[in-house]
Nanobody
């Protein structure tokens, strides 16, 4: 059974940086994708970045390309999201999750079956 625990959120001024961590157990390293989603109040949950555990290839939402970096440490069972040049529109609850690899879009929220408690990121104007 997959379990995740997110941490590392906080409040920062615009232009600041944070690094989020997600400690995961029960992940299938031969086939799974691990993904960061975020959800702001009144908005849909959106994909932020994905890391393919087999190929070690990342991908990102257009809104965060060039600012965020996703990585994974298999020995520590931990997924990271380094967030630089933060903007007020990045304010959201950030969630870590995983699913088996499939063809198609990686950011389809309906394909993910579990979620952690999330970690809050707040960026001041």
């Amino acid at each position: 059974q997959v379990q995740v625990a997110e941490s590392g959120g906080g409040s920062v001024p615009a232009g600041g940086s944070l690094r989020l961590s997600c400690v995961a157990s029960g992940v299938d390293y031969s086939s799974d994708c691990m993904t960061w989603f975020r959800q702001a109040p009144g908005q849909e949950r959106e994909g932020v970045a994905v890391f393919y555990l087999h190929s070690l290839i990342p991908d990102y939402a257009d809104s965060v390309k060039g600012r965020f970096t996703i990585s994974h440490d298999r020995g520590k069972n931990t997924l990271y999201l380094q967030m630089n040049s933060l903007k007020p529109e990045d304010t959201a609850m950030y969630y870590c999750t995983a699913k088996p690899w499939t063809r198609g879009r990686w950011d389809n929220v309906r394909e993910y079956g579990f979620w952690g408690q999330g970690t809050q990121v707040t960026v001041a104007s």
